[in-house]
């Protein structure tokens, strides 16, 4: 079955030590998304990808940055996380053709436990 | 700016019963999408339905169904005969156009549901 998958589905880091979250994709869509989710919110882009082209949200910190090598992978890289950034991370993706609106995808989520 | 508010923090109703999920949302944008997403406690958030600004028509999907009311703002969710399994998390989320034609979902806060045996 097509699909969006997250890899961990659990990771642990101590604070301040890098770490990298995993997001493929079998449906052959265009743009990719993250999505931060702390405890009891709603989930709230980080950026996304329409192809190549990387969009970042005003408010993302710094510290969040995004690779997307190939059509299908996207990465999440915290460069120092802070126990503020414990969170369930969200991958989402789409196939926007700019016409109209078209369902974004939720992989099941990596859940962040900072140490 | 754009903005969903999902005023029910938490519902709790027993088995059989129907319940009514309220959703309002705020946008200047004349074309806009509406969605319901279902966050079950594994947390992958699970799509619904989603619903254009043009389109304010009812729909039922089984014991689901949704009232789109421009006038009001407000895209209310009702789950008829409610089951055990229908406990989760509840996100009414509301799109936001971006420039390169992609859309950013702005999501509310969520209605957590329990539905008791």
């Known amino acids: 079955d097509a699909m969006v998958i997250q890899n961990p589905r659990y990771q642990v880091t101590q604070f301040g030590k890098p770490v990298t979250l995993s997001c493929s994709q079998t449906?052959?869509?265009?743009?990719m998304y993250w999505y931060q989710q702390k405890s009891s919110q709603a989930p709230k882009l980080l950026f996304h990808?329409?192809?190549?082209?990387?969009?970042n949200e005003a408010d993302t910190p710094d510290n969040f940055q995004s690779r997307r090598p190939n059509t299908s992978f996207c990465f999440l890289d915290i460069r120092s996380p802070g126990l503020g950034d414990a969170a369930m991370y969200l991958c989402?993706?789409?196939?926007?053709?700019?016409?109209?609106?078209?369902?974004?995808?939720f992989g099941p989520g990596t859940r962040l436990t900072v140490l | 700016a754009q903005k969903v508010t999902q005023a029910q923090t938490e519902i709790s109703v027993v088995e059989k019963e129907d319940v009514t999920l309220d959703c309002v949302y705020e946008?200047?944008?004349?074309?806009?999408?509406l969605f319901w997403y279902k966050q079950p406690p594994s947390g992958e958030l699970v799509f619904l339905i989603r619903?254009?600004?043009?389109?304010?028509q009812n729909e039922i999907s089984g014991r689901y169904s949704w009232n789109f009311q421009k006038s009001t703002s407000s895209f209310n969710f009702t789950i008829t005969a409610s089951q055990v399994v229908d406990s989760a998390v509840y996100f009414c989320?509301?799109?936001?156009?971006?420039?390169?034609?992609?859309?950013?979902?702005?999501f509310g806060s969520g209605t957590r549901l329990l539905v008791r045996p």
């Open positions: 989402a993706t789409s196939r926007e053709t700019g016409t109209s609106y078209n369902e974004q995808f």
């Open positions: 449906l052959n869509h265009n743009v």
């Open positions: 990808y329409y192809d190549k082209d990387f969009n």
């Open positions: 946008t200047r944008d004349t074309t806009y999408y």
């Open positions: 619903r254009n600004s043009f389109d304010e």
């Open positions: 989320a509301l799109s936001e156009a971006q420039g390169d034609s992609s859309y950013k979902l702005i």
